[in-house]
């Protein structure tokens, strides 16, 4: 526990699961901290450990050196920030509420047409784990405001600059949670396949874990064929061998009364691959049919 004093005051705004974390890491890390909930009851857990609680969301963002928000949604974050643009104004925002990579951007032009330097946070954790060894923190917007936050930043999680365009924390979250989202479809079709006969989805799990743990490390290898965009011939399995192994499992969910929505999408791709003329191209080629044209 870090109890060195004088390092300035930050200000909370939204005590919710992860707002709380996050004002308890920092108040336990040394620094003194506001804190302001659209219901005031939630502040007074936070009083008693030492925060001091704004009434207002005016009286908040006057106190602290760092505005830290943690609200519901951009929605939230604008109908509460705007109506004290001014007294934000010369200051240093973070906003750590989870919203699309154009909405940051458009928070971001809206701060500084208000002399409000921003800097935008993408969580990649849990309130659990804010302070504790995995949490990661992504951060894109004012580089100088970074340098500035970036101690008492560092305090809930590994902190990494993303770049000058306040939207890319956000794109680079939304990006990963896809690919989290789609690894744990995946399980879960698997599971609902071997549920068919017998198999309890927790040994479906382990297989699961133990597979892709042995395949995922060649998302590098996919990868270096992307960046070198040569697709044809496939460095790997092209898309005349691969389509009909996706067709094949499409065949097995069905057979065992399991719906293939979820991997119907990855066979449309291939499809339109093979349809023009492209089947002796490398099957990660569907990355270049993602792009809406
Ligand atoms: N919890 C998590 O695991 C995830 C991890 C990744 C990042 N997210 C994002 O963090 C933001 C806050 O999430 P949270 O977990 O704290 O969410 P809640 O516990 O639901 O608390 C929401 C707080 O927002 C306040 N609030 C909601 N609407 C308004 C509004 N219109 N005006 C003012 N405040 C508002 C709410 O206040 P109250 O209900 O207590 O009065 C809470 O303080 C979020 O973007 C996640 O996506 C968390």
Redesign the pocket.
Known sequence: KDTTMSKGTISIL??????SAIAARLRETGYTTTVW???PA?TEPHVKAGATAAATVSEAVQAGDITLA????HA?IH??LEPVAAELKGKILVN???TTPNEARATAAWAAEHGITYLDGA?M???QMIGRPGSRLLYSGDENAYAIAKPALETLGTAEFEGTDAGIAELKDMALLTAMYQMFGGMLQAAAMMRTVGVPATQTAKDVIDWLSAVLPLSGDFAAVVESGRYDPAPGQDVNFTRPAVASLITASREQGISADLLEPTKKLLDELAATGRGTADWVSIIEQLTIR
């Open positions: 939204g005590l919710g699961a992860m707002g909930n659209r219901t939630k943690v609200l519901l949604d939230s109908q509460n750590l509420t989870t969580i954790a849990v309130p």
